[in-house]
């Protein structure tokens, strides 16, 4: 079964923060392309048929990159919502055990992204042991490699905000901050 590109959970005119021009581009363009050249890789070999977490656990190259940004942009617009989502209890006790309070997580969380050089992606995720951390990764990298459970990630690739904000990353994670879908994220911590 191949991979196939999924409808964005919102209108593309919804977000404010981010435009329907870059939505066009990012999602229609970028994200298409992903899956496209995950499918295209993955034809005819051993990792045919299976799914994207597998074969992000196992491909080296072409494959892996592929596969991983078709991942990391589905759980990345997962992770916005047009409207102001309240934090669920479990998951605010969870950050404000990890990183004092919810407020200090999205800062730290855009401040680690604003300092991830280069194109990649900043996450939160639960390590083994059930605490909460932030990292980055660099170009296609996913945390699943590091046996890590991703909850939430942002995008910092130039693509995802340079339409809107040019040069001005901090400011796209501050209103990418304010657009967090609580729900997805309590959700992945289970
Ligand atoms: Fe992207």
């Keep these: 079964m191949a991979f196939t590109l999924p409808d964005l959970p919102y209108a593309k005119n919804a977000l404010g923060f981010i435009s329907e021009n870059t939505l066009n581009f990012h999602h229609d363009k970028h994200f298409k392309a992903y899956v496209d050249t995950a499918n295209k890789f993955a034809a005819g070999t051993e990792f045919e048929g299976k799914s994207l977490e597998e074969i992000i656990k196992k491909a080296k190259g072409p494959l892996f990159n592929n596969a991983a940004q078709a991942w990391n942009h589905g759980f990345y617009f997962d992770g ?28 730290e ?69 304010a657009h967090i879908n609580w729900d997805f994220v309590a959700r992945n911590l289970g």
């Excluded at 404000?96 to 800062?107: L, N, P």
């Excluded at 040019?166 to 796209?172: A, I, S, T």
């Design 80 to 107: 916005i919502s047009p409207k102001a989502v309240a934090v669920p209890a479990k998951l605010k006790a969870a950050l404000e055990k990890a990183f004092g309070s919810v407020e200090k997580f999205t800062d």
């Design 109 to 177: 969380f855009a401040k680690s992204a604003a300092g991830n050089f280069g194109s990649g992606w900043t996450w939160l995720v639960e390590d083994k042991d059930g605490s909460l951390k932030i990292v980055n990764t660099s170009n296609a990298g996913n945390p699943l490699t590091d046996g890590l459970k991703p909850l939430l990630t942002v995008d910092v690739w130039e693509h995802a905000y340079y339409l809107d904000y040019q040069n001005r990353r901090p400011d796209y994670l501050k209103d990418f901050v």
